[in-house]
């Protein structure tokens, strides 16, 4: 398998997953135009994507599913929750597909094993997703507030690791964001700082490890460098290993199909 991202950030998120026989698209943050734009880059039409897999409700993870859904005959994987949470965005013209994801079992898409894994975050029921195709496996952990044990678990010998690195604890504090917002960033329910970030990749480290991507970096509340750093020092390999994904030119492929 390999993995891309369209971009990821408190304005939009997508992550393409690529098997030999599947095209998966994690999230869909940006709008209709925008997602097809941003495929192209990528050499990727939207009728040749398998299925869209949506982590939760947020609007910088469904801005355009359902319009892409819809327009390309694309089927949905989601929980009941966010089902629930995202009928506003759902019209009476809209003939899409639903798949919805029940417990935390697994499931197949075509060649791709998925285990769906529930995060703690304010959202009405998320998962983040693990992809496990022939002897290769890459998982994309992002809009959590804490690590936990069946967490861990689960990124267990994993060979690729989106993981979220969202802010820096300090420069969200000396930040102009309001209290309540920082609080929220900060809780068990919002989103991965740094520092936890480390903790959970010093916790899966491996030698078969091959790659780390961190996402959902905040634009005013971290330093993509810093974190690169903080990354390499962890797992000890090239710095070729450690990917940052930008919010507006997303990721090149990683991984190998």
């Not at 496990?132 to 990124?155: F, M, P, Y």
């Not at 491996?206 to 993509?224: C, D, F, Q, T, Y």
Request: hydrophobic share 40%.
């Amino acid at each position: 398998m390999k993995l891309c991202s369209l971009g990821s950030g408190s304005r939009g998120n997508a992550f393409v997953v690529k098997s030999i026989r599947a095209i998966l698209l994690i999230d869909c943050g940006f709008g209709l135009k925008e997602t097809i734009q941003r495929l192209a880059r990528f050499d990727i039409m939207p009728d040749k994507i398998t299925a869209i897999l949506i982590t939760h409700e947020h609007e910088d993870h469904i801005k355009g599913a359902f319009s892409l859904a819809n327009k390309f005959s694309i089927p949905i994987y989601l929980s009941y929750g966010t089902y629930q949470m995202c009928q506003k965005r759902l019209s009476d013209s809209y003939n899409i597909h639903y798949q919805i994801i029940r417990n935390f079992d697994s499931f197949e898409i075509v060649d791709i094993k998925i285990t769906p894994i529930p995060v703690p975050h304010d959202a009405r029921e998320p998962f983040q997703f693990k992809f496990e195709s022939r002897d290769d496996s890459l998982a994309i952990i992002t809009d959590l507030g804490k690590i936990t044990k069946h967490l861990v678990e689960q990124l267990n010998k994993i060979k690729g690791l989106v993981i979220e690195c969202n802010h820096d604890q300090e420069m969200l504090y000396q930040s102009d964001y309001p209290d309540s917002l920082k609080r929220r960033i900060n809780s068990e329910f919002g989103h991965l700082e740094n520092k936890q970030a480390m903790k959970l990749i010093s916790e899966i480290n491996h030698p078969k490890l091959n790659w780390v991507a961190a996402a959902h970096l905040s634009e005013k509340n971290n330093n993509p460098e810093m974190v690169s750093e903080m990354i390499g020092h962890i797992i000890k390999k090239d710095t070729v290993m450690v990917k940052i994904i930008d919010q507006d030119n997303g990721l090149g492929w990683v991984g190998g199909v």
